[in-house]
């Protein structure tokens, strides 16, 4: 195809959605019209079931739930009047409370003012707050900082969190949020955090709000604790889609960004892509050239490429959104089917230093989604040479890459939005998660449960029994030195001498712990004594 | 195979390097004896290359340099006494630089002291320090803080950066790295940062350093403009295996970091893997382990899942190593291979919430890399529970996700490290290098130059000289409004029309370009004008 024609297919193709300032360009994806054809039966058969799911069916069977992310930026669309309820007054509260914190109403102490906010959570309950806290976020001196605690390493809460909020804790409004209220992460580092403020003489209930479902056992705590506040998350929110919940919309309330933007963003794409005319829905779009370029099972890997610093964090978080709602075993029909979109990616220009050369020369295992922004920055650029910005250069390198790529027979896509803002940033949520849902009923799978994570926590959870039985058996006989091979058969598990010889590794390595290790013959003949 | 039969796989080929506290477990990889056995000649051929790279050879022929970067952890091996004198003095002008800048003896004025530094650079010459910041970094208030500037995007360099250094600017050493000295993003971001000095009266030439070779034009500018200093670089290092050349040590030296310790660790590494005995090589293993898991043409992605907040920027590091080394065209025969290994990954236990969903029951297309600290955190930890801490939830973790991914036919290897400090980053850097130098071999191909990332250059200089005669047309005829059709056919360049509209609709979305756009009835029609 030469310049001209590929600029009729770009003419062609290009979908525009004026409301949002949002453009999907699909014309360097090799697909051809035959394939549209071929799909539009199984496109519409997806927007039919995008539909029931919208009207409140149980899109989730296996774990008996609706799926309602859409009506959280559309409360009117609720099945029922209680959950319109519940979301109208929960965006109204939330609002309400973060002009309180900002104007110093609800504080910390008389005359002083949060300064600081932590969240902690993981998985769903972080990767939406730190993606739109970093596209949002305009951090200055002496402005509200914004930490995330999202994970249980012990160092990575130390040097992560709190030497970060160092002497500022006293006026760090702690934000705990888990949907079940029962993540051991979460709930590991929320007792981390809950002792640093003691060690300051603090009262963690007077700084602390929690976001979990109601009856769960974090819901219990904040109320016997008398935390500041609690605000509800509903079962009919996947922790992947609940950015627009108070899981995403508290933090961004208390920073000061735009909630009516983001939610009137996501709330506008969604109107768009409920439309049955494909050419003309991006979600639709997306999902075909998702199926197009992995022949309907990820055969190829998704490559996110935001050319704008402030969108690094896009991959990440379609990474959760993508590979968990589409990497199942079994289809809905219980064939077994290892489906899956591998995501991974992090920004342009940086990354064409990295993998880019892999990219056009290398294995041709991959489709690039390039994210394009046209405004450069807020006020004037210098110019670096005449008449040319740096934008200009960011911009060049992504046309450039874009047509690199395209002579060597490697497809991308390409949205553009016109600036990154609350609208935009809404808008490109709630384009994926419909993607994400229309492509998971092209494949027939479930996008709304993550049945294979459950194994890693079970496994853990036996390891840490496993532990507990080893210290108690060392403890027992302090002075007493044994290989791992004897404690293993000491404490009645012979078989799991590997699981032993790797905890006695682990627990030796951290001297709080007091079990010393003498070195043996090999790695294995050492020996581990309780003091 | 039963638990105690993994258990005689998992001691038969356990590799324990002792002097640098790190181990490779690979009895999770699928291999039979009869792979290694197969291997073996392969292997040896290897290890001649490697041992020819060396001592000097020319190892990347494309482009007739010699490949020197183990010499700059044992510069008694350089092939030259001018080079092995050009190591050791660079060596100990950082370790001087450093402690002068420390000390407050090199400062920005009389009675003040350099508090924060910023490097800026892109690719290989910052992904290094920035891993090696942020897993040996500890950032406290009232610390040097250290800010990297890697994309040439323009708001990123306000928000990211200057907004955030903001009036410590003046107080600020700024590092600016390119090995050829005219990379387009870095030159930009230093011209926007030298602005930036400027507005705040600053003198850039009294806050600057550079990193570069010899004769380019950053060395040229430096020496006219009397910066504070010059560090070399080498042509025989190439930019993602510079990290213990200035490029990476200097940012090391200046945030105090132990550089004895980071060399000393890639240094015994480098003796390590120098071994043809390749059961206790964790380079040729690994490298093998890549081989056996992707059939020697890369068709499984490589997973990075370090358990350690600090280790995140790891899977970033090495994307770049090995995608860049690997993801080749032709073979050293020149035969058409397509080669390449697609890295990514972030940490654990947060990634089992985002996408161990699909690594356990989706799309098979993956091994994974798990890397372990033994040593939890400095100073004792809470109990989350009766003898449990936060530390054992991690280490719980990692090992159900090792046996739940088993379980299901997944592979995966486990690197252990005791802790992370200078030495075992200094070691993971040398062990990844030389398997990356290993498995290139396997395989035939020249893991030392870059020959794809030229195209994506040469198509942004063109969309930059397309704009420049647009910029002087719209000029020329100000007030006049215009199609991209018509402009593009005023310039004489009909067949772009496309790049045509996509500048036009970049510049005319800046308002500081002073180009209009008034919309048509489609987004093709749309008219430009200078104002």
């Keep these: 195809m030469n310049q001209l024609e590929l600029w009729e297919r770009y003419k062609t193709h290009l979908c525009r959605c004026e409301p949002v300032g949002l453009s999907l360009d699909i014309s360097r994806m ?9 799909m539009a039966d199984p496109m519409q058969r997806a927007f039919s079931a995008m539909e029931a799911l919208e009207s409140g069916a149980i899109a989730n069977p296996d774990e008996g739930r609706m799926v309602g992310h859409y009506w959280l930026r559309a409360p009117e669309l609720a099945p029922t009047p209680d959950i319109r309820a519940a979301i109208e007054t929960t965006i109204s509260d939330i609002k309400a409370f973060a002009s309180d914190v900002r104007s110093g109403k609800i504080a910390p102490a008389p005359g002083q ?10 998985g769903g309950s972080v990767l939406g707050p730190q993606f739109v806290n970093d596209a949002l976020g305009t951090p200055r001196q002496g402005r509200t900082r914004i930490f995330f605690c999202d994970n249980t390493d012990p160092d990575g809460i130390d040097r992560g969190v709190l030497d970060r909020i160092g002497d500022r804790l006293d006026r760090t409004l702690t934000i705990v949020t888990s949907k079940s209220g029962r993540t051991p992460e979460t709930r590991n580092a929320m007792l981390e955090v809950m002792q640093a403020y003691a060690r300051r003489n603090q009262c963690f209930s007077e700084h602390a709000v929690a976001i979990s479902q109601e009856g769960g056992e974090l819901d219990r705590l904040c109320r016997a604790q008398k935390w500041i506040r609690l605000f509800p998350i509903w079962d009919w929110v996947g922790g992947r889609t609940s950015q627009m919940s108070a899981v995403g919309l508290l933090p961004a309330a208390l920073q000061g960004f735009d909630v009516d933007g983001l939610l009137g963003g996501a709330r506008e794409m ?19 050239m998702w199926y197009h370029a992995g022949d309907g099972r990820g055969s190829r890997d998704m490559v ?12 990440r978080y379609l990474q959760q959104l993508i590979m968990e709602s589409l990497g199942k075993e079994t289809d809905l029909d219980g064939n077994v089917v290892h489906q899956g979109i591998t995501v991974y990616g992090n920004k342009g220009s940086t990354d064409q230093h990295a993998y880019i050369q892999q990219l056009r020369e290398g294995v041709h295992n991959f489709f690039v989604t390039f994210v394009e922004v046209l405004r450069d920055r807020e006020g004037p650029s210098v110019r670096v040479e005449p008449h040319t910005t740096s934008g200009d250069y960011l911009f060049g390198f992504l046309t450039g890459t874009q047509q690199a790529l395209h002579e060597k027979g490697r497809e991308s896509m390409t949205i553009t939005i016109d600036e990154v803002n609350a609208r935009t940033v809404g808008a490109l ?38 532990q507990l039985r080893l210290i108690k058996e060392l403890g027992t006989h302090r002075g007493r030195a044994r290989t791992a091979g004897q404690l293993a058969a000491s404490i009645h598990a012979p078989s799991d001498i590997e699981t032993v010889y790797k905890i006695l590794e682990h627990l030796s390595a951290n001297p709080d712990r007091k079990i010393t290790r003498t070195p043996g013959t090999t790695p294995f003949d050492a020996t581990y004594t309780a003091e």
Tied chains: 1, 2.
């Design 30 to 38: 090799g697909f051809t019209a035959g394939f549209l054809e071929a």
């Design 113 to 122: 003012q949060f300064e600081d906010i932590l969240v902690i959570g993981i």
């Design 270 to 288: 969604d109107r768009i892509t409920r439309s049955r005319v494909v050419r003309s829905n991006p979600a639709a779009l997306l999902a075909l």
């Design 304 to 315: 996110i490429l935001p050319y704008k610093d402030r969108l690094v964090l896009l991959s």
């Design 429 to 466: 949520i709630a384009l994926f998660e419909r993607a994400v849902g229309l492509y998971a009923s092209m494949i027939n799978i479930n996008a709304y449960h993550q049945p294979g994570v459950q194994a890693g926590k079970t496994a853990a959870r036996r390891v840490l029994d496993l």
